[in-house]
C-alpha cells in the first residue's frame, strides 16, 4: 500500500518546505506555504526495480522536416499571434487581468473555429445559461459548440479520448480544475500542475487544441507554479487597461512560431472586433485634431514582427514640490529616469526641477530601446513648447554618452510610416541610406542624427522660452 506525504508547497512559486513557515523562503511571499497530502510512489527506477526500460529511437539531426499542421481559428489576430494558426495536439495558455476579456476571445475562437471542426467549451467558473447569454450578446448562439459545466479532469479526459472527441477544447479555468488523486484543493500548486498534466496528454493523445485560461496574480504572472508554463507549447498574455477600448495579445512563448508577436483587438459592443491596421487606429484622434500639439512625437516601433505606429505623449512642468514627481504609464520608468539624465548631462537641459508626465497613447505598453529617442522628442518639445516637426516619425535607441544607436527593422518601420502618410523620418545617423534626402523605396525624407544634442535644433524657440541653459548644450 503507498505511504502518504505530507509536503508544504508555496502557492506562489511551487518550493517545497520541510514544514510550515509564515515566510517563503523561494519567493518571500508571506502566507502562502498550505500543507498537502500525496501519496507516495511504492518504488523508483533504480537497479531494484524489476521494470527495465528500452533503447531509445535516436534520429539524426540532418534531414528534412514538415512543419506543423495548422487550423485557422477563424480570427486573423488570434493565428497571427500563433503563428499562421492552431497545431493540433498543442496546448495553449492564456492569461490576463480580471474582466479584460479572456472568455470573450474564446468563446469567439471557438465558435468561429465550430464551423470547421468540433469544439468544446469547458466550465469551471460559469453555468451554463452564462455562457450562451454571453453567446447571444456577441452573435455566435448558432454557433454550433458543445458546452459543458465541469472540474473533474478525470471527466474531462474520458470525454476527449472518445471516438467522437472534440478537436478544440476550451478550459476556463485551469485553477478550478482537480485530479480526484490528490487531497489538495482546486487551485493549489500540485493540483494545477497534475490537472494541466493530464489535460495535455489527453490532448496530445487526441491530437486535439487545448486552450487554457490562467489567472494571474497582482503582478501580472499567471497564477500557479511557474513549471505551468514550462509545460504548455504557448503561452499568449491577454494586455489592455479596461479604460480603454484597445486589447493586445502578445505571445511570450511559442514552439511552432514567433514571440512577441501581438494581435490587436477593440472592444465594442458585441465582443471583440479584429483591428488590422492598428497604426492608424492608435493614431486616429491625432488626425482627427489636426493641431500640432507641443509634447507629442509618433514612434515607429515594432511588435513583434508587426510595425506600429503609436504617439509618445509627454508633459513637463514646473516642480511644485521639493521631490520631482516622474509619472510613466506604458513605458518602462527606468529608462525614463535614464533618458531624463542624459538630456540633463550631455544636452544642458534644465530638467532635475520640473515633474515630468509620460504617457503611450491607446493604452498600449511599449517595452522596445527603440523608443528612446521618441521619448526624447516629446520632452524637448513639452519643455520647448515647440512641436515636432510636421508628419515626422522618430525611433533610436539613446546611450549613455547620448549617441543615438541603430535599431533592427528600420525599413519595415519607413514602410509602415509611408504608407499612413507620413514625410519625414529621424533615424539614427548609422542606419540613414540618404542623409538628408528621400529614401527612394518609400519616399520618406530622413534627417539622420549620431548624438541627442543633434535633436535639439528641431525644437529652436525665442531666446528665454525654450528651457535650455545658454552656452551648457554639448556633448559632455
Known sequence: MAKTVTRYVCQSCGTVHRRWTGKCDGCGAWNSIVEEIEAAAPGGIGAGSRAKGRKLDLASLSGASAGPPRRSSGIA???????????????????????????????????????????????????????????????????????????????????MDAADGPDLVVID???????????????????????AQELIRAAKKRGAVLLLVGHVTKEGAIAGPRVLEHMVDTVLYFEGERSHQFRILRGVKNRFGPTDEIGVFEMTGRGLAEVPNP??????????????????????????????????????????????????????????????????????????GRDVYLNVAGGLRVAEPAADLAVAAALVSSLTDSPMPDRAVVFGEIGLSGEIRAVSQMDNRLKEAAKLGFESAIVPKRQARAGENSDPRNGLRQKSIGHLAELLPLFETPAGQSGIRAGSRGRG
Open 279 to 352: 497604426s492608424a487606429l492608435f493614431l486616429g484622434e491625432r488626425e482627427e485634431s489636426g493641431a500640432r500639439a507641443s509634447g507629442a512625437a509618433v514612434l515607429a516601433s515594432m511588435e513583434g514582427s508587426r510595425p506600429l505606429l503609436v504617439e509618445i505623449q509627454a508633459l513637463v512642468a514646473p516642480a511644485t514640490f521639493a521631490a520631482p514627481r516622474r509619472a510613466v504609464i506604458g513605458w518602462d520608468a527606468a529608462r525614463l529616469h535614464m533618458v531624463l539624465a542624459v538630456l540633463e548631462a550631455r544636452c544642458g537641459l534644465a530638467l532635475a
Open 77 to 159: 489576430e488570434f493565428d497571427r499571434v500563433l503563428g499562421g494558426g492552431m497545431v493540433p495536439g498543442s496546448a495553449v495558455l492564456i492569461g490576463g487581468d480580471p474582466g479584460i476579456g479572456k472568455s470573450t476571445l474564446l468563446l469567439e475562437v471557438a465558435a468561429r473555429a465550430a464551423t470547421e471542426c468540433a469544439a468544446v467549451y469547458v466550465t469551471g467558473e460559469e453555468a451554463v445559461d452564462q455562457i450562451r447569454m454571453r453567446a447571444a450578446r456577441l452573435g455566435v448562439a448558432d454557433a454550433p459548440v458543445e458546452l459543458a459545466t465541469a472540474t473533474s479532469v478525470r471527466d474531462i479526459a474520458a470525454s
Open 173 to 195: 479555468s485551469i485553477q478550478t480544475m482537480f485530479v480526484d488523486t490528490l487531497e489538495a484543493a482546486p487551485g493549489t500548486v500540485s493540483q494545477v500542475r497534475a490537472s
